[in-house]
């Protein structure tokens, strides 16, 4: 920087951002938010000096700040469950950042691949035991967790999962469909118990099971999709569609949509079935310009439910 650069607020303004740069440099912990805030500051600085010398590299410096800026931001934005909508807005999503959206994308993973039986129903109701119990192998129900499902026979599942061997319960399945909160029913899924080395299939801490619980709780229990009266197939993917999205709901890692094998391997529905979901998630306000094109779903979420997404990397 030449010593005599005019205006001198400028010079000022150069010489004290070097000086926050190579202090940010040794923070032992990035704050990605101020580091966005200095290169906007860098590339307006540096778009006005360029202003003042006529230099081409100069803007050229100002435009990758800027870039550096947008970027710093995002990421900031990701990390704290917070993605743009508009002009000025932010989600503030229920899980907040990178590591618990993977986490509920590990848990539906893993049911996808142990659900004892056959059917949406029964993936549904396993998705929401597994959460409950995920870390100990061990949980509480009451009536209304199972209620509250949409399940066409109730107590029929309960007890073709408990004869499965995958889920235990100290009562009948109407015991737990009658229990009550100040007396909940303990439930055991064996394969969810640690091993010996204290290892079970999950790998996050006791504070975000109940965290990853109420998300999923949310998804399912969606006051639109209760209303249209949705069934168990049509909840399930509305959990897919959640953790397959942009930061700013387009389908897929980078808006291409989502496969339709894999979605209607998740829902426990035939090819010809899943139009029909989509139809319903559409109506029910929980997706826009959707489309079944080339082997794969399209669209978005709509807004009123991006707090629920968990964004791929």
Known sequence: MPHDLHPIALRDELIELGNLFRAYQERPEPDLEQLAELHSRKAKAFRTWAEVTGETELRL???????????????????????????????????????????????????????????????????????????TGTGNLVGQDVRGLPLTEPEELIGRLVDSGWLSIPGTADDLLESRPES??????????????????????RKTRPKLSGWAQRVVGDKKLRKKKTGAATRLLALALAVRTTTDGRLGAEGEGVDLAVLTSWCSVEPEELEPLVEQLTVADWLEEAAVTDGRLTGRLAERVLQVSCPLP
Do not use: C, K, Y
């Not at 503030?92 to 691949?113: C, I, K, M, Y």
């Not at 396993?126 to 409950?132: D, E, K, S």
């Not at 439930?187 to 996050?204: K, R, V, Y």
């Open 184 to 205: 909940p029913t303990p439930i055991t899924i064996p394969s969810l118990m640690p091993d010996e080395d204290g290892q079970g299939p999950f790998d996050f801490g």
């Open 61 to 135: 410096d100002a435009d990758r700040a800027e870039q550096a800026a947008a970027a710093a931001l995002l990421q900031h934005q990701q990390r704290t469950g917070q993605s743009p909508v508009g002009e000025g807005e932010v989600t503030n999503r229920l899980l907040p950042g990178l590591t618990q959206w993977e986490h509920a994308r590990t848990v539906l993973a893993h049911v996808a691949e142990h659900t004892p039986l056959p059917g949406p129903e029964a993936r549904l109701m396993a998705v929401m035991l597994t959460l409950r119990s995920a870390l």
